[in-house]
């Protein structure tokens, strides 16, 4: 694999001070992503839709320093200094250094805000990481200005994966490949692609409310999660099975097949939570009230001829996925029925949405 395309080559140009703010989105896989191998590679390509809402602002400014053998930062959560975000972090610089040398030319002072709460079992990986990969990228091109958009977009994806895989399909949207897959064109392992085909009109401004069944931390982190799926007596079948689907996905979304869709979606859900439920150890991650909205969709399908369809992220919540034509009507549901079973009757509206934005440089 060809990662020398992403280190510095040319001779960087010395600047004192600099700061950047990103905002970059959150993402919602359709097929998941669950299990790697060494560095971040997936084992098995993935999809998702980029979200709108949901994402994360991130300021660093950059002042000039000695250099020295250490990266370092300060990081500050909505206002506040937060040391206990560091380590992720700092192993995300130690990851990075090789392709971003210049992190150890400066002082970083690394401000970050969520547009979702804190706490609310959204996974703030992939947004947070992406947005500091966006503002390395950013200084990064004022050091050397031979790079382009689409290179920046390509780098930061690469970066952002070796913080959390699912960062990477977190700087552009409103579709995202990533991992090797033989039907995508320009699918890699190194960084997520842009969804390179036509996608039907059904899927634009596709909808997805997140309804907040457990705002607790995650009960099972994500490097142990793939970790599980070593050894698992599933796993090869699973990375088979996800790659036929993402096969299935791109052919789907190109006609805008919805009964295929929500199959495809909601077995992938499914299926995410059966890896969980059969490793070793093994974990429930639904709560009772998750179980209780799939079977309030099912039925809201059943009666309303409707495309509404679930998927789930590695927790309790559901992602509740709609086209925009039955806004007004699955709001209500929502609103009067399956609110019911939120934390605190808290939902997130949300759609689909277009990727990172500079916010100020
Ligand atoms: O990016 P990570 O390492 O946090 O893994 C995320 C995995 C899932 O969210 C469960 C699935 C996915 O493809 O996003």
Not at 179 to 188: A, P, R, T, W, Y
Not at 336 to 348: F, G, K, P, V
Request: proline share 3%; with cysteine.
């Amino acid at each position: 694999m060809n990662t020398d395309q992403f280190l510095v080559k040319s001779q960087l140009e010395s600047i004192d001070s600099a700061s950047f703010t990103w905002q970059t989105p959150s993402n919602i896989a359709l097929v998941k992503y669950w299990g790697k191998s060494n560095p971040q590679i997936p084992k098995n390509a993935s999809i998702s839709f980029t979200l709108n809402n949901c994402h994360t602002i991130t300021t660093i400014d950059f002042i000039r320093k000695e250099k020295s053998k250490n990266v370092t930062f300060k990081m500050f959560f909505e206002g506040e200094q937060k040391d206990e975000f560091k380590p992720k972090i700092a192993e995300f610089f130690k990851r990075v250094q090789r392709y971003c040398p210049y992190i150890f030319d400066y002082e970083m002072t690394i401000n970050s805000e969520n547009s979702f709460p804190h706490s609310s079992g959204i996974a703030s990986s992939a947004s947070g990481l992406s947005a500091i990969a966006m503002c390395l990228m950013s200084l990064e091109k004022e050091l050397s200005s031979e790079i382009s958009t689409e290179f920046m977009d390509k780098k930061a994806s690469f970066l952002a994966r070796l913080g959390s895989g699912s960062a990477s399909r977190s700087i552009q949207g409103p579709l995202v490949v990533w991992g090797k897959h033989l039907e995508i064109e320009g699918s890699s392992d190194l960084f997520g692609v842009q969804f390179p085909y036509k996608v039907h009109s059904v899927f634009e401004n596709y909808q997805d409310v997140i309804l907040l069944v457990d705002k607790g931390e995650k009960q099972v982190s994500s490097t142990l999660g793939h970790n599980l799926m070593i050894d698992h007596p599933y796993a090869e079948n699973r990375f088979k099975q996800a790659n036929e689907n993402l096969g299935k996905m791109s052919k789907i979304l190109q006609e805008g097949d919805m009964k295929n869709f929500i199959n495809l979606v909601e077995s992938e859900a499914l299926t995410l939570h059966a890896m969980m439920m059969t490793s070793d150890p093994y974990f429930i991650l639904m709560k009772p009230n998750t179980l209780e909205i799939i079977n309030k969709i099912w039925e809201y399908r059943q009666e309303n001829k409707s495309n509404i369809c679930f998927t789930l992220d590695a927790g309790a919540n559901v992602h509740v996925l709609f086209p925009e034509n039955e806004k007004e009507a699955i709001h209500q549901f929502i609103k009067q029925e399956l609110s019911l079973y939120c934390d605190n009757n808290q939902y997130i509206s949300d759609r689909v949405g277009l990727g990172a934005k500079i916010l100020s440089n």
